[in-house]
């Protein structure tokens, strides 16, 4: 009892030790009494804190911890556990890194890659996607617990703790002769054991030391730290070979590593030998048919699977949901066939299956009937070929037109035409009950028309209520079939003219109505224009048509007495013979109102709107008066219909489509003087009276050196201005230079002889300098040509004077 009470309190004093110590290890005087089995995760991580505060690591703190106490044995312990610590940290910052899977759920494996390629040539064999997909995996899953059954064995990692009273922690490997040692307890065999029994086991050798274990003060907890890698072999795969895997891997995983069954490989008569010895006989058809992974089964080291070449393949096309080859086992019917193939679908002709078979010579056809089904039991290299139904019906038949329900309608022997009508809810109103109209197809698939008195079938006449056959059309018509389409047109002062349906007994009144009434402009006066109908040819009567000519009152605009129209009717709406609203024109600059002014009379004249607006302001310059008038749309239609002989690259196309007004140059010093001048233009609404202010500039612009603005200097020829700006560019055509003066007048540079002739120059006027015509250089070839053209004339002149 004594020695007991010894060691309990001696195990206290290093627990309470070690906590104190592990606060500030580098600070503390004695660190014999610490031992690091003892030591929390809490305390390993605060001593990592301490050694990263003082920028050291373990290696440099060694010295000064030895020389403290700290035995040799303890210290290498410790460089582990903070190593360790250390490792664990930097895999959970790291998702890439291997042992991810430890940081996160307390296990780790080493992981095993095999990249996938998709190969193309076994695309077609049933059961290829599973080994194929890169996106597949079998892996197994290391979150979930460890099965009861798991037998351990070397490369195996346990965690051993004890916790409670008394706490330890430790990750004990299996050695290679299959045992674990645990400190204070000594050596344990496992190997071989189921890890349920083998917990047992070191729960019952660990109780034999810590009496708090054995009087369930302390309890014991053993998993599966570090899972070992077994060594299995694939023979017959796409990748055959030795291969190193986890020990909770099974059949599937090692075949998904190996690429699954090759070119000729077997997917239902797969090997699992275990001690040389066939353990299981896998058929992955099995898990893809059913989900059946009873043969998915846990691998143990040196396990061979062997894939063998497959007995029977058989191909199935067209019409089923998953067409492709398919293995087929001895015994195994074409029902079973289908099954793999998830059955026909949905427009799949299922009375009877089309086979290609091999024969020892040649091939052979033979046809498979829907009772053979079961009975069936495919050979090797069978192709079948499930085909479409055909694009018929058995029993339809259709009725359309004056029924209340036209559609398709089943067809049954023995129906009649009254039957049919009854089952399409009879015939509407405007039916014309007095023939019908059967389309039928015959033997021949030609068809022909047969003609009923559909009156007289649907009142009883058996004769005429005759039998119907599949695929017959019946037509009911309707009266308004036969009608012509009527029409009446109103035009004029309506605010919806057009053309409208007639209706009977419709009145003028209601077309107005109709049209949504009359404009503004109406005039009381209507003229109706009828067309005249007659049997006979009177070539002494000229007219056409009747026209008719009537009066609206001018309270309601309606007629005094209704007009009922008739079928063609052209009704014109007259318009008042003064209806004009206000037109307005636009003045603008250097007057003392600008604004928008309305024209007083259809002769309204530029000095008129110019008096209206204030006159002109003592800035205005009497020279740059000019009007701006819209071009019409029609102008512009007319200018794009004439042909200008023009190139594709022509700008000329682009200036007409850009011109929205033309200019009026207005000379305001002559209409001063004459108001009858021919300045003082009649204006037109929409007009634009600009007057400009007066400006002392001359802009010139175009291709000279500089375009620029330069003042006005009374005397000054054209070509001062032009050196002005530094002359004209390479491209410059001085001698087509032309002025643009600002009321929109322009004049030209003329020649005669070798005298040129500038126009004058005004203030606030444009000087341009266009761009002289590309000039095509003749070739060396053209020269050449011209040279014998010449040669020869000249050849033929000596000739004719000899």
Do not use: C
């Amino acid at each position: 009892m004594k020695k007991i009470t010894y060691v309990l309190a001696q195990l206290l004093i290093f627990i309470i030790s070690s906590n104190v110590y592990a606060q500030d290890i580098l600070k503390s005087k004695d660190l014999s009494t610490i031992k690091v089995d003892y030591l929390s995760q809490e305390d390993l991580t605060k001593i990592s804190e301490q050694l990263k505060s003082n920028n050291m690591t373990i290696d440099q703190a060694e010295p000064m911890v030895l020389s403290k106490g700290m035995s040799q044995d303890e210290f290498d312990k410790l460089r582990i556990k903070l190593s360790t610590m250390s490792n664990s940290s930097t895999n959970t910052n790291n998702p890439s890194n291997k042992d991810k899977s430890k940081a996160e759920f307390g296990r780790s494996q080493e992981k095993i890659v095999n990249n996938k390629v998709k190969d193309s040539t076994i695309a077609l064999i049933f059961g290829s996607e599973l080994f194929d997909n890169p996106n597949l995996n079998f892996e197994p899953d290391l979150k979930l617990a460890t099965p009861v059954n798991y037998i351990l064995g070397p490369g195996d990692e346990l965690q051993v703790s004890i916790y409670g009273v008394q706490e330890y922690n430790a990750s004990v490997p299996v050695s290679i002769e299959g045992k674990i040692s645990i400190q204070y307890v000594g050596q344990i065999s496992v190997a071989g054991m189921p890890i349920e029994a083998a917990t047992q086991k070191i729960k019952a050798a660990i109780a034999k030391v810590y009496s708090t274990v054995r009087s369930g003060q302390s309890q014991v907890s053993v998993s599966l730290n570090q899972i070992r890698t077994i060594k299995i072999t694939v023979v017959g795969g796409k990748q055959p070979g030795n291969y190193s895997i986890s020990s909770l891997a099974t059949v599937y995983n090692a075949l998904h590593l190996a690429g699954g069954p090759g070119k000729n490989g077997s997917y239902r008569n797969i090997e699992l030998i275990r001690n040389n010895k066939v353990f299981r006989n896998i058929d992955i058809y099995r898990f893809l048919i059913k989900g059946d992974q009873s043969d998915n089964v846990n691998l143990k080291d040196n396990d061979v699977i062997r894939i063998p070449a497959y007995n029977q393949r058989v191909n199935v096309e067209g019409e089923v949901k998953r067409p492709g080859i398919f293995e087929m086992k001895k015994g195994e019917t074409f029902t079973d066939l289908l099954n793999f193939a998830s059955g026909f679908n949905e427009l799949a002709y299922t009375a009877s299956v089309n086979v290609v078979q091999k024969t020892g010579r040649e091939f052979k056809v033979q046809d498979i009937n829907e009772s053979d089904f079961n009975t069936y039991i495919p050979q090797s290299g069978d192709v079948f070929r499930i085909t479409k139904i055909l694009d018929r019906f058995e029993n339809r038949i259709k009725i359309e037109g004056a029924v209340f329900r036209p559609d398709y309608y089943s067809f049954v022997e023995g129906m009649r035409i009254s039957d049919l009508v009854a089952r399409a809810e009879g015939l509407k109103e405007d039916a014309y009950s007095k023939r019908a109209r059967i389309i039928r197809l015959k033997s021949d698939l030609t068809t022909e028309i047969v003609n009923v008195d559909l009156n007289a079938a649907l009142t009883g006449d058996v004769n005429a209520d005759i039998k119907l056959k599949r695929e017959d059309v019946i037509t009911v018509y309707s009266i308004l079939d036969f009608r012509e389409e009527y029409k009446v047109t109103i035009d004029g002062e309506v605010k919806k003219p057009g053309v409208y349906d007639y209706v009977e007994n419709i009145t003028l009144n209601d077309l107005i109505i109709q049209v949504g009434g009359l404009t503004g402009s109406a005039s009381k006066r209507i003229e109706v224009a009828r067309m005249v109908k007659s049997d006979v040819i009177n070539d002494s009567d000229p007219k056409r048509i009747e026209l008719l000519q009537l009066e609206i009152l001018s309270d309601n605009n309606e007629q005094a007495k209704n007009f009922i129209l008739k079928p063609f009717d052209v009704i014109n709406i007259r318009r008042i013979a003064i209806y004009e609203k206000p037109k307005m024109v636009t003045i603008s600059g250097a007057v003392v109102y600008p604004g928008k002014y309305v024209l007083a009379n259809k002769k309204e004249k530029v000095y008129d709107i110019v008096m209206r607006a204030g006159g002109l302001t003592s800035i205005s310059n009497i020279e740059g008066m000019k009007i701006k008038r819209p071009i019409k749309k029609e102008e512009i239609e007319k200018l794009e219909s004439i042909d200008l002989n023009l190139t594709k690259n022509d700008s000329l196309k682009e200036k007409l489509a850009d011109i929205k007004f033309s200019t009026i140059p207005i000379n305001w010093e002559k209409i001063e003087k004459n108001k009858n001048h021919y300045s003082n233009v009649t204006l037109f609404p929409g007009d634009e009276i600009e007057v400009a202010v007066y400006n002392e500039g001359v802009k010139v612009t175009g291709n000279v050196l500089l375009t620029s603005e330069i003042p006005y200097r009374s005397g000054k020829s054209f070509k001062y201005y032009i050196n002005a700006v530094g002359g004209v560019d390479s491209k410059g055509w001085k001698k087509k230079a032309y002025i643009i003066y600002p009321n929109g007048n322009a004049s030209v540079t003329t020649s005669f002889l070798f005298f040129r002739s500038y126009p004058k120059v005004t203030p606030d006027s444009q000087i341009v300098v266009p761009e002289k015509p590309e000039t095509k250089k003749m070739s060396t070839g053209e020269w050449v040509s011209i040279g014998s053209v010449i040669t020869s004339l000249a050849l033929l002149i000596v000739t004719a004077f000899k």
